[in-house]
C-alpha cells in the first residue's frame, strides 16, 4: 500500500494507484413458518422457486438490483448528489469523477452497499430494502446469490439446478456449489 494525495491505495500492476475503498452487497433471508423477510443491499438478488407441474419450475426476483438502472435509485442519487454523480446507462454504475483524487474517477455498479466510506459522500447508502411476503404451497426453494450467479444464469435455470441437486439427494451445501459451478460455465 502506498499514501497517494491524502488517500491510502494500492499499486495496481496495469491501472495505476487504486483506492483501498471496497464494500459489500449484504442480503439477509429469515423464514419463519410461511413468512418470507428479504433485507438486502447492493446487487445480490433472493428468487423463490415454485413447482409448476411434474418436473416444471418457475423463478420469481423478490429482490431487486440497487443500481443506476433503477429509476427509484438513480432518482435518489440525483435528488442527493445533483451532477457530481454520473449515471452510465450502458451498464447502470455510478461514476463519481475525482480528478484531483488518486484514480480519476471512482465507479461502483451499486447504490446501496456496505462500507463505501468515500461513496456515501455521493449517496451511496447502507439502507436495506426490506421485502416481506407469504410463500405459498408451491414454493420449493429460495436462492440467495451474488450477481455472478445472476449474471450466468436467469432465475428459472438456478431453481432447476437446485431443485435437480436436491432431487438426486444432495444436501444444500452441495446444491449451492453446482449451482456455482453452473453459472460459471454459461
Request: with cysteine; aromatic share 6%.
Amino acid at each position: 500500500t502506498k499514501h497517494h494525495s491524502g488517500h491510502t491505495c494500492y499499486s495496481h500492476p496495469l491501472g495505476g494507484p487504486r483506492l483501498l475503498e471496497f464494500g459489500t452487497t449484504a442480503t439477509a433471508v429469515l423464514v419463519q413458518g410461511r413468512t418470507l423477510a428479504v433485507a438486502h443491499a447492493g446487487d445480490s438478488l433472493v428468487v423463490v422457486g415454485r413447482e409448476q407441474g411434474t418436473d416444471a419450475y418457475s423463478g420469481e426476483y423478490v429482490t431487486e438490483r440497487h443500481s443506476g438502472y433503477h429509476h427509484g435509485e438513480r432518482q435518489r442519487l440525483q435528488n442527493y448528489s445533483g451532477k457530481k454523480v454520473q449515471i452510465r446507462m450502458n451498464d447502470g454504475y455510478i461514476s463519481v469523477p475525482c480528478p484531483n483524487g488518486p484514480i480519476g474517477t471512482f465507479s461502483l455498479a451499486m447504490t446501496r452497499a456496505l462500507g463505501h466510506k468515500m461513496m456515501s459522500d455521493y449517496g451511496v447508502i447502507p439502507t436495506p430494502t426490506v421485502t416481506v411476503r407469504t410463500l405459498g404451497p408451491k414454493d420449493v426453494c429460495i436462492i440467495a446469490a451474488s450477481d455472478g450467479v445472476w449474471e450466468g444464469l436467469d432465475p428459472e435455470q438456478a431453481v432447476r439446478e437446485v431443485c435437480d441437486s436436491m432431487a438426486q439427494g444432495r444436501d444444500a451445501n452441495s446444491a449451492a456449489q453446482a449451482l456455482c459451478t453452473d453459472a460459471v460455465r454459461q
